[in-house]
């Protein structure tokens, strides 16, 4: 029945039924998190990363209804620089299939497909999460809730400060979802290596996150587990001014009355613009960083099956 909706490239097919080291890549930080040609060239690097590092990798994404696991160049190509692309998450599942549109995937529904995929290990740039002033607003990213339900270990420099980390932290908390900090005892910002919070448990090696990760599962505590892996010190970002590009960013969306799924790609491209792209590199470079540690630790959960 699944293979109606499911569309899987056959080396990762291939890498499923043999249990090989896989780590899946989200969309939507192609289609709305990069600008062309930087997104389409981040993503097919970071194939390559995974690769060098000992995992095969399946970038996740929608194209004319079918759920792909495993894009191709081309197919990353054609949503790194189509207009019209919907940003998908799990709500919108069932709509972007039964119309046959694009779509790329969020954190939320990579993890979905990843699950019904088979795959465990899952790598991006930094997850959704409560956005500040909540309170009013409501707005609280899907992806937290999906983390609370669904088995898939998301690897990501933590949490940019467009939200309101220590409230995402509460909220994950309550749900269940183990935070964790690779060789750092404080979640990391995204851009920043500091966030002034702290995390549940640090791990110093794939090995280690690996066991943990294969307990909560064999014991069905179900749902994900965030793991902050810190922006690399030669690419952080200044403290001062990438918060004075969010604040302003910020204000400027509620000037114009920027709302929903539109709120965190207006940001992330207004805080490019005001720090003049170099929050774009780090963006980069901290995904990079983070496709090392997927694969290595996809490496490792293999090595621990049954
Ligand atoms: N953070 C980034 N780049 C991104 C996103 C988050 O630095 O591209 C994307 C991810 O796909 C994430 C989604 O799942 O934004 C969250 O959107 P929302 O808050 O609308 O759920
Ligand atoms: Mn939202």
Redesign the pocket.
Known sequence: MLEKYLDIKPEVQEAISMGKPIVAL?????S???PYPENVKTALNVENIVRENGAIPATIGIIKGKLKVGLTKAEIEYLGQTEGVV?T?RRDIPFILAKGLDG???????MIISALAGIKIFV??????V?RRAQETF?????LQELAKTNVAVVCAG??SI?DIGLTLEYLETHGVPVVGYKTEEFPA?YTRKSGYKVDYMVDSPKELAKAIKAKWDLNLKGGLVIGNPIPEEFEMDYGLINRAINDSINEAEKIGIK??????FL?SKIKDITSGQSLKS?IQLVYNNAKLGAKLAVELAKLKN
């Open positions: 989200e969309s939507t930080i192609i709305h998190g990069m940003k998450s790329a995937t969020t954190v939320a529904s990579t991006t740039g930094g997850i959704g999460g956005h707005d609280i990213s899907a992806d949490a940019k939200l995204f929903g799924k539109e709120i965190t790609p992330l963006n």
